[in-house]
C-alpha cells in the first residue's frame, strides 16, 4: 500500500505526487494483481444499480437559504443515522483508502476524485431522506444536502454540531477550527477554479481539460500569480479538527455540505463542458464499493436530485 497523507495539511504541504506516479501507478496495479481491487470489483459487479429517477425530486439548498426547520431536520436525521449505525458504515467506507478516491494516491486518484465522491453523497442523501421519513412522516418537502459556498462564512447553525464519535479512538472527535493557514477560496479563486481552468499544468502525461479542472478543484492548482489555489482541500484543513483527516473526514457533518459544493461546482464546469472525461479503464471506471461506473454517475437528474442554484 502506498503512505496517503493522513490530513489534508500533509496533502497541501507534499503536493501532488508528480515524482511518484510511476510508483503510485505500479502499487495500484499490484494491488489489482493481488486480488484487493478485483475483489472489490468482483462483489460490486453483483451489487444492482441505482434505481435511475424520472426527474431530479430533491433539490439541494444553499445551506444559508435553509429554513430553520429544514436545518433541525438534517441535523436530527443525521443523529438518527449515527444513533442506528449508518453513520459509521458511511465514514468506514470513505476510511477504506483501497478505494482510490483521491489525487495523493495518483493519477487513478485524481481521475476518480470526483465521481467517487458524487457516489459517496448519493447514497448518504438517500440514507438521510431514510432516516427523514421516519422522523418527519407528514414533511411536505424532500430533504436533500445542502450545499456550503466556500466564499462564505461557516454555517453558524452547525456550530457544535459533531453527534458521531472519531471512528479509530471511540472519543468525541476535537473542535474545529475554521479559520486559516491555509486560506479557503474566495469568489475569486472559485472563478479561476471553474472559469480558468485551462491555465493549470498538471504535470501529467496527456492531460485534457476534464485532468486541468479536476486537478485545481481537488486543491492541486496554482493562481494566475502562482500562489496556491484554495479548493476542496484547504477546506478541509480550514475547518480542522476530525475534516482535516484525510480518512475519517466525514465524521464531521459539514462534510456532505463540503462535497455538495464540489459536486456542484463540477456540474456547472460540466454544462459548459459536457465531452471531457478522464482516461479510466476498466474496473478503475466502477466506483467501488458501487456498482456505478463513471458514465452512470454524469446525469444528476437521473441521480435524483438538482441545485436551487447553478451560479458561482
Known amino acids: 500500500m502506498h503512505s ?8 497541501i504541504a507534499r503536493g501532488f505526487p508528480h515524482k511518484e506516479l510511476a510508483q503510485l501507478a505500479k502499487l495500484h496495479k499490484e494491488r489489482k494483481a493481488a486480488g484487493m481491487v478485483a475483489g ?13 429517477a424520472a426527474a431530479a425530486a430533491t433539490v439541494r439548498q444553499d445551506q444559508a437559504s435553509m429554513t430553520a426547520s429544514d436545518q433541525t431536520a438534517f441535523q436530527n436525521a443525521i443523529v438518527q443515522l449515527v444513533s442506528d449505525g449508518t453513520y459509521l458504515q458511511l465514514i468506514q467506507d470513505h476510511m477504506d483508502m483501497s478505494h482510490n478516491m483521491h489525487g495523493s494516491m495518483g493519477e487513478v486518484g485524481l481521475y476518480r476524485f470526483l465521481a467517487w465522491h458524487r457516489r459517496f453523497l448519493v447514497e448518504f442523501e438517500r440514507q438521510l431522506q431514510r432516516a427523514d421519513a421516519t422522523l418527519r412522516p407528514d414533511a411536505a418537502n424532500t430533504l436533500g444536502v445542502p450545499y456550503w459556498r466556500w466564499q462564505d462564512p461557516f454555517p453558524a447553525w452547525m456550530d457544535g454540531f459533531l453527534p458521531a464519535n472519531d471512528p479509530d479512538s471511540g472519543d468525541a472527535p476535537p473542535p474545529r477550527k475554521n479559520a486559516p493557514p491555509p486560506d479557503k477560496a474566495n469568489a475569486a479563486d472559485i472563478d479561476i477554479i471553474v472559469n480558468q481552468f485551462q491555465i493549470q499544468t498538471t504535470g501529467i502525461a496527456g492531460e485534457n481539460d476534464y485532468t486541468k479542472f479536476t486537478y485545481g478543484l481537488e486543491g492541486w492548482g496554482l493562481r494566475p500569480d502562482g500562489t496556491s489555489l484554495p479548493a476542496h482541500n484547504h477546506g478541509h484543513a480550514w475547518i480542522g479538527g476530525i475534516m482535516n483527516n484525510t480518512s475519517t473526514s466525514p465524521t464531521d457533518p459539514i462534510f456532505w455540505m463540503h462535497h455538495a459544493e464540489v459536486d456542484r461546482l463540477w456540474e456547472i464546469w460540466r454544462q459548459a463542458n459536457p465531452t471531457p472525461a478522464p482516461p479510466l479503464a476498466g474496473s478503475d471506471r466502477v466506483m467501488d464499493p458501487w456498482a456505478e461506473s463513471y ?7 437521473a441521480l435524483g436530485y438538482g441545485y436551487d442554484s447553478m451560479s458561482l
Not at 42 to 49: D, H, K, M, Q, V
Open 4 to 11: 496517503h497523507p493522513q490530513t489534508f495539511d500533509e496533502a
Open 40 to 52: 472489490m470489483a468482483a462483489a460490486t459487479a453483483a451489487a444492482p444499480l441505482l434505481p435511475m
Open 295 to 301: 458514465d452512470d454517475l454524469l446525469d444528476i437528474g
